[in-house]
């Protein structure tokens, strides 16, 4: 992304902040084992407001400070360390490429910051995963508060940054929505890969390599999220993982997986019979989660909002359950004694963007927020029969899913994800064709 647009977020951040200063340190790298170490990612906040994606990194963002009022700490150059892990910029070369004011060596980042801290109000960091960099932060406002609360002035208070960046990142703009875009196409290719390659007797892992490779050969360097293949009772399982199982001749296929572009997260589930071919029970239930889906994604639009989504969603799904005679009784019975909860547990969808489950308030005063232009979410209605539950027996070990992610536009708004096919007849097509 070109640097214009993380000056131009910084520049927003700035009236937010007023008087308080952001001090945003990444989060460690995390050992695997010996002298390895996991992929790298860092922390979404940081990257969003500075284009940064290096561990051992920190950043102010201070208001008060006019000469400089954006500085990063990197790791300094140090060629018998560069030799292992890679070239690092010099400072002249990070302020050059980042757009900072100044760039100084990590190591000179604590002192900074104390600094900074004495001329704020209040300071905003980044309440990530890393616990110890949160308790320095909290150490050392104390500390600061105790060194100027004979002036009268100091910060008066320590927040989260996502207090800010949450509602900034809740609306997409359009370099954002390009990377959302583009990582979902990537995303929908793979799937449409893994149904034409599906076939019993092959492994949930192998339709997972399949998709993955296919992410990296089109430059995705990560997965959005855990992928997860679930064939039959593996379905069921809403987090699957395992991925190990032999995939059988009458199983229902569960795939939700997706990649990240840029750092942008895509999140697709598609749900496809094992041989090409939907049994009627199958069929059936399996068209009582699309036309959930359907009806919910046709009725996104500004102004609604997620409570109401998740209504139209719940209602169908409830009603075409007792339609084929999984659930009994009255449909308004069911809904509001929650009956329906063994076999759909979960909300119609999420938040997606930097974070395959985004930031953002669900919720403004208490009430469901209304959708507005610019949010990014999934709606991905869900029918689990666990062997664990009451069911008919017929109707036990099959699992659907069907996921897509949708961008409120003025007029309505944009599946990013519809070129997976998920209709009953083209899936069956596009997996008669392969064979």
């Not at 339609?323 to 308004?332: N, P, R």
Request: aromatic content about 8%; some cysteine.
């Amino acid at each position: 992304m070109n640097q214009d647009i993380f000056a131009k977020r910084r520049k927003k951040l700035l009236k937010e902040l007023g008087k308080g200063v952001a001090i945003l340190k990444s989060p460690p790298s995390q050992t695997r084992s010996n002298d390895t170490e996991y992929n790298y990612r860092i922390d979404s906040d940081i990257y969003y407001l500075t284009g940064y994606k290096n561990a051992g990194s920190a950043f102010i963002i201070n208001p008060n400070d006019k000469e400089n009022v954006y500085t990063m700490f990197v790791l300094p150059k140090d060629p018998e360390r560069e030799t292992w892990v890679g070239r690092r910029l010099t400072f002249d070369q990070n302020i050059e490429k980042y757009g900072a004011n100044k760039c100084l060596s990590i190591d000179d980042f604590e002192k900074a910051a104390t600094e900074a801290m004495k001329t704020a109000d209040t300071i905003y960091i980044n309440m990530n995963h890393d616990t110890s960099n949160r308790h320095k932060m909290m150490d050392m406002f104390q500390n600061v508060k105790n060194i100027v609360q004979r002036e009268g002035d100091g910060p008066l208070r320590i927040e989260a940054l996502s207090s800010i960046t949450s509602e900034m990142r809740l609306i997409k703009d359009a370099v954002e929505i390009e990377a959302i875009q583009k990582a979902s196409d990537i995303s929908a290719e793979a799937h449409v890969l893994a149904m034409k390659n599906c076939k019993p007797g092959k492994s949930e892992y192998q339709l997972q390599g399949i998709m993955e490779g296919y992410f990296l050969q089109n430059g995705c360097k990560s997965v959005a999220y855990g992928s997860i293949v679930g064939g039959g009772e593996n379905a069921t399982v809403l987090h699957y993982e395992n991925n190990d199982s032999e995939i059988k001749n009458n199983d229902l296929i569960l795939i939700d997986a997706a990649c990240e572009y840029d750092m942008y997260a895509s999140d697709i589930t598609r749900t496809f019979p094992a041989n090409g071919k939907f049994t009627d029970v199958q069929r059936a239930l399996y068209q009582v989660v699309l036309d959930a889906q359907n009806a919910t994604i046709a009725a996104c639009k500004p102004g609604i909002t997620f409570e109401e989504l998740h209504a139209i969603d719940l209602k169908i799904l409830v009603e075409g359950m007792v339609g084929v005679g999984l659930l009994k009784g009255k449909v308004k019975d069911i809904i509001k004694d929650e009956t329906y909860k063994p076999y759909f547990m979960h909300k119609t969808g999420h938040w997606m963007g930097l974070d395959v489950h985004d930031v953002g308030n669900y919720k403004k005063k208490g009430k469901s927020r209304p959708l507005e232009e610019g949010m990014v979410f999934t709606v991905e209605p869900g029918i689990y029969v666990s062997q664990e539950t009451d069911a008919p027996n017929k109707y036990k070990g099959i699992g659907i899913r069907i996921e897509d992610n949708i961008l409120i536009t003025k007029e309505g708004h944009h599946n990013f994800t519809r070129l997976v096919p998920k209709e009953i007849n083209d899936i069956e097509m596009l997996m008669g064709e392969s064979k």
